[in-house]
């Protein structure tokens, strides 16, 4: 029987990807563990292995394809002593695969492959099983989550799938007819977008320009991504602002001398820290100290984490990235700068993997390598704070009741009021204010 090969879902969250490059052709034998494909999602590159032995039969999506939705048909493999020909016929339902072909058989490699909950293939609308005789009702497993959510009955739906199986479309066709009888919203769905204020259209937007005075750039994967995710953010999340400054020149002065006594390898030294470096350290500290700001905010309940892992915001060629340091709390500061270092490098190649970028408990956004004073950064959900660094410039201050001269960095956090009140933010910022004005705390 043909195998089907279909666009796996490399991410808990990636919906299409961009069939980047074939590592095979048709005809090619290939067994479990080979390397067949390279996928582009919005903000890394990844290989695709094969599950299945087999020969390339068909190669249905050339290389260089994007958008290839997740779950999408993309190639056919006969299986052994199967005529290939034969095989190669059998495409199936492909223009449609993305709805209704099963789960893929390709993988990421086991070095690539996400440690986050089930992915999102596995909430496509991909059936599992088809409905039969008897009592027992077959649909896809997003059908059968939506009816849950919506409190529509299996039973009543007429499934129009292949052999009659219940599908997404048969749910919220349901939905739908219900309003209508009852004259109420039905509940909300997972399907259902939250409502958003109308925007104006791309021909609204360009007829206030002079034809010809522009060019016109398509977004990218990445540059999508990152705008629905911030407006998500903004329309779901109530923000509010805290601001500090902190003095930096003992935190300066340790720098120094700590890089100062760098072990050399090759003539080059192991490590040299940033204020940066010193800055996530900082943020995990205090939120292991204030452990009710480490949260995140679900509608049934607060997710209290046991760790604090700080994402960091890295500007790569299109937008940014948030890889995430893991556990920052319990690691020195080399280990933290050698991470961020190879993190950020591998992040401007587009290597990370998504459990590198995905998840986190909160983030630092630095713009001070700019000059930028202060600024208010957009949380991350789903984070409940992020913490804006401006830059350390000297400043004239009082000290001891007499003017002098420090360097002050300005910091601001937002946090999602839902989860972090006022005074509980303003706590964790005075921890991180201590650690950033005494880092010698950050090394005990």
């Given at each position: ?37 390279e ?16 020969v ?14 997740v ?6 493999l ?15 339902s ?28 596995a ?117 509010f ?22 072990p ?15 800055v ?25 984490h ?48 998504p ?31 992020i ?58």
């Amino acid at each position: 029987m043909p195998i089907h090969i279909t666009m796996p879902a490399l991410s808990p969250t990636m919906e299409e990807g961009n069939l980047s490059k074939w590592l095979v052709k048709e005809g090619d034998s290939v067994a479990p563990g080979d390397v067949i494909a390279e996928i582009e999602t919005d903000k890394a590159t990844m290989e695709v292995e094969a599950v299945d032995e087999g020969v390339v039969a068909k190669i249905l999506v050339p290389e260089g394809t994007e958008g290839v939705k997740v779950n999408a048909l993309i190639a056919i493999l006969a299986a052994e002593g199967e005529d290939v020909s034969a095989a190669a016929a059998d495409t199936g339902s492909a223009e449609t695969a993305s709805a209704e072909t099963p789960a893929p058989v390709a993988s990421p490699t086991p070095s690539e492959a996400s440690p986050a909950p089930a992915p999102a293939a596995a909430q496509s609308d991909a059936p599992d099983k088809s409905r039969s005789e008897g009592s027992r009702i077959f649909s896809s497993p997003l059908a059968r989550r939506l009816a849950a959510e919506a409190g529509i009955d299996l039973a009543s739906v007429s499934g129009s799938g292949p052999h009659g199986r219940v599908v997404k479309r048969d749910i919220e066709a349901a939905v739908a007819n219900a309003e209508t009888a009852t004259g109420k919203a039905a509940p909300a769905t997972a399907a259902a977008a939250a409502p958003v204020a109308s925007a104006p259209s791309d021909e609204q937007t360009l007829k206030l320009f002079e034809e010809g005075s522009y060019d016109l750039i398509p977004h990218d994967g990445m540059r999508k991504t990152i705008a629905k995710r911030l407006v998500e953010s903004k329309q779901t999340v109530p923000h509010f602002y805290l601001t500090v400054d902190c003095d930096l020149d003992d935190l300066l002065a340790l720098r120094a001398q700590i890089n100062g006594s760098a072990p050399m390898v090759d003539g080059k030294p192991i490590f040299k820290l940033s204020v940066n470096d010193f800055v996530i350290k900082a943020m995990a500290l205090a939120l292991r100290d204030v452990p009710d700001a480490n949260a995140s905010w679900t509608s049934s309940n607060m997710v209290r984490h046991h760790h604090s892992d700080v994402g960091v915001a890295v500007s790569i060629p299109g937008g940014l990235i948030t890889p995430i340091v893991r556990k920052a709390e319990l690691k020195t500061l080399s280990v933290i700068s050698n991470e961020m270092k190879d993190m950020a490098a591998r992040a401007r190649e587009r290597k990370l993997q998504p459990q590198e970028y995905q998840g986190g408990t909160t983030a630092v956004s630095n713009l001070g390598m700019f000059g930028i004073r202060n600024f208010s950064a957009v949380i991350n959900p789903p984070h409940a704070t992020i913490l804006a660094v401006g830059a350390g410039e000297q400043r004239p201050v009082v000290k001891d009741g007499a003017l002098a001269v420090a360097t002050i960095m300005s910091v601001t956090l937002s946090t999602d009021h839902r989860a972090v009140d006022g005074a509980l933010g303003a706590q964790l910022l005075g921890a991180f204010k201590s650690y950033i004005e005494k880092p010698i705390g950050m090394l005990v």
